[in-house]
């Protein structure tokens, strides 16, 4: 079974500075996909970032960039000129590339403060 | 795009009482997941269907708990003879399928339960 670990369960970072959040994660499978999603306030889950694992290329969404490290099995989070708004639980995601198994596994999240 | 509609938003019960959510997933989106989340944890799988076809279910749907989605629109969860341990954020969230494991997921605002 695949597992999804995120061992920091509180960062903080002041606006405008630059934060990574890790992650790693265990599986036997070479093809599968991983997300951080983020978790407002508002309970409402938003996809942040996806990143193919047969891509050696690390994923970028304008702030938002990954440092994905295949054989290592890690795959952290670079948040860029921080935000208030940044601030709420993200979320590490593992999900296998075969369509038998649809299923997002999360890890326990991290909860990201953004002092001004 | 009206977005993943989940009816109530909140909801507090007493112990042994049956409950029913509701989830509204958008239109065109023929998967519709269910994922039970507790305070301080990453969301956890319970079940998913493609269009009316329930294909998965989590260990952790216990025989007090059921899935529909008749038609394969809407989907409801009931819990049956509710106990304090089912106190949790239950989330629906629905894709399209890509025809691998990328496609992105879409996620409602949660119904949280409460059992007294």
């Known amino acids: 079974a695949q597992t999804v670990t995120q061992s920091q369960p509180e960062m903080s970072v002041q606006e405008a500075e630059t934060v990574t959040l890790s992650c790693t994660y265990d599986t036997s499978e070479s093809d599968y996909y991983l997300f951080w999603y983020k978790q407002p306030p508002s309970r409402q889950m938003i996809l942040v970032i996806r990143q193919e694992a047969y891509k050696q290329q690390n994923a970028t969404e304008n702030r938002f960039s990954v440092n994905f490290q295949k054989a290592a099995k890690s795959f952290s989070l670079k948040i860029s000129d921080s935000q208030l708004g940044d601030a709420a639980m993200y979320f590490c995601?593992?999900?296998?590339?075969?369509?038998?198994?649809?299923?997002?596994?999360f890890g326990k999240g991290i909860t990201l403060s953004v002092r001004p | 795009d009206t977005g993943v509609s989940q009816d109530p938003r909140h909801k507090i019960t007493k112990r042994g009482q049956n409950v029913t959510f509701r989830c509204d997933p958008i239109s065109e989106h023929n998967r519709l997941y269910w994922y039970r989340q507790t305070l301080g944890q990453g969301p956890e799988f319970l079940t998913y269907?493609?269009?009316?076809?329930?294909?998965?279910k989590s260990r952790l749907l216990s025989d007090r708990f059921s899935a529909e989605r008749p038609k394969g629109s809407f989907s409801t969860l009931e819990i049956q003879r509710t106990e304090q341990g089912d106190s949790a954020m239950y989330l629906c969230?629905?894709?399209?399928?890509?025809?691998?494991?990328?496609?992105?997921?879409?996620f409602g605002s949660g119904t949280q339960l409460s059992v007294l």
């Open positions: 269907f493609q269009n009316e076809a329930q294909l998965e």
């Open positions: 969230a629905s894709s399209s399928p890509s025809g691998r494991g990328g496609e992105k997921l879409f």
């Open positions: 995601a593992y999900r296998s590339g075969s369509g038998a198994n649809s299923k997002l596994t």
